[in-house]
């Protein structure tokens, strides 16, 4: 694994070639992105591919044959190759292989591009279908914020603010983290505003549907704050290691969900996933900034 920093007058990113992934952005000495601390989780900003969430029993089918794959895919697992270092842009690329084929039976390429503009950085993932078959796919972003930030304030003085007011569905989940198939309606105070404590996260995660495409993590104690903006995902997952005090919030937009409780998920017909015709290409793009 490598690691590459892309800098400007605001912001330096640290990102590496296992993932393709942003592991650190730093505003001088204030550090945004989650560490890795093992005690709580060892990850800090996953990229997911090819599926988001788990699948029951960790298989799925498709085509008469049944596959392994663990939680949120293999993509945050595997090294990616260094295509382009510029001043402001970074460029990895993976293709499919022998490790991929065993448990995702399809040819593709993958391209992340991270760009560094101003407070913000930019990212473009391109999936292409390299096959001759429709490829079932789908993809997420898992990253981790530290909260507080800058050390400033305790990790209740923080709320998710969401870019426009909204009335979004929570996606009821199993205890174990698998869809039941229900929704029901998540307040928001003031319509648009979630207030961080930790008893949220005494399951698991929150999964909503039904809500703006931007997000904002602040507080009143510092002016410093995080803005996820994801127009392309339908959904947003928000976690923290369950039942603990984790000084962190992992904000989470998903193109795709889980897999029902008991059920074995068959690609070919999984709702929430892209189905990309030999040859052709999806681009998701999403935008980090970082204040």
Same mark, same amino acid.
């Given at each position: 694994m490598n /690691?590459?920093?892309l800098?400007?007058?605001?912001?330096?990113? /640290?990102?590496? +070639? *296992?993932g393709?992934? &942003?592991?650190?952005?730093?505003?001088g000495e204030?550090?945004?992105?989650w560490q890795? $601390?093992?005690?709580?989780?060892? @990850?800090k900003?996953?990229m997911? #591919?090819?599926? &988001?969430g788990? *699948?029951f029993?960790?298989?799925y089918s498709y085509?008469?044959r049944?596959?392994e794959?663990?939680n949120h895919?293999?993509?945050?697992? =595997?090294?990616f190759?260094l295509k382009?270092?510029g001043? !402001? &842009?970074?460029v990895?690329?993976?293709e499919?292989?022998?490790f991929?084929?065993?448990?995702?039976?399809f040819?593709?390429?993958l391209?992340?591009?991270?760009?560094?503009?101003?407070?913000k950085?930019?990212?473009?993932?391109a999936?292409?279908?390299?096959?001759? /078959?429709?490829?079932p796919c789908?993809?997420?972003?898992?990253?981790g914020?530290?909260?507080p930030?800058?050390?400033e304030?305790?990790?209740? !003085?923080?709320v998710l603010?969401? @870019?426009e007011? &909204?009335s979004?569905?929570?996606i009821v989940?199993? $205890?174990t983290?698998?869809? /039941? @198939?229900?929704?029901?309606?998540y307040p *928001?105070?003031?319509g648009? +505003?979630?207030?961080l404590r930790h008893s949220?996260?005494?399951i698991d995660a929150i999964f909503?549907?039904r809500?703006? $495409?931007? =997000?904002?993590?602040?507080s009143? +104690?510092?002016?410093?704050s995080v803005?996820?903006?994801y127009?392309?995902m339908?959904y947003l997952?928000?976690?923290?290691?369950p039942?603990? $005090?984790a000084p962190y919030?992992c904000?989470?937009p998903?193109c795709g969900?889980p897999?029902?409780?008991g059920?074995?998920?068959d690609?070919?017909?999984?709702? !929430?996933m892209?189905?990309l015709?030999? @040859?052709?290409?999806?681009?998701?793009? #999403?935008?980090?900034?970082?204040?």
């Amino acid at each position: 694994m490598n /690691t590459y920093v892309l800098k400007n007058d605001q912001l330096t990113a /640290t990102f590496q +070639t *296992l993932g393709a992934e &942003c592991v650190s952005v730093k505003r001088g000495e204030c550090e945004y992105i989650w560490q890795g $601390d093992p005690t709580y989780w060892k @990850g800090k900003a996953p990229m997911l #591919f090819p599926i &988001c969430g788990r *699948l029951f029993g960790g298989k799925y089918s498709y085509g008469g044959r049944t596959y392994e794959m663990t939680n949120h895919g293999f993509m945050r697992n =595997v090294e990616f190759a260094l295509k382009l270092l510029g001043d !402001d &842009c970074i460029v990895f690329e993976l293709e499919s292989n022998d490790f991929t084929r065993a448990q995702f039976p399809f040819d593709f390429k993958l391209t992340v591009t991270h760009r560094l503009e101003g407070e913000k950085i930019s990212t473009e993932v391109a999936i292409r279908n390299t096959g001759d /078959t429709v490829m079932p796919c789908t993809f997420g972003e898992h990253p981790g914020f530290n909260v507080p930030l800058e050390g400033e304030g305790a990790f209740e !003085d923080y709320v998710l603010e969401f @870019g426009e007011a &909204c009335s979004p569905d929570e996606i009821v989940m199993t $205890d174990t983290c698998f869809l /039941t @198939g229900k929704h029901r309606a998540y307040p *928001l105070a003031d319509g648009k +505003t979630l207030p961080l404590r930790h008893s949220l996260f005494n399951i698991d995660a929150i999964f909503l549907a039904r809500v703006a $495409d931007s =997000v904002t993590l602040k507080s009143k +104690t510092t002016e410093r704050s995080v803005t996820l903006s994801y127009p392309q995902m339908p959904y947003l997952g928000i976690w923290h290691a369950p039942r603990t $005090d984790a000084p962190y919030v992992c904000i989470e937009p998903w193109c795709g969900l889980p897999a029902y409780d008991g059920e074995t998920d068959d690609f070919a017909i999984k709702p !929430d996933m892209f189905r990309l015709q030999a @040859g052709t290409e999806k681009t998701i793009t #999403f935008e980090i900034a970082y204040r």
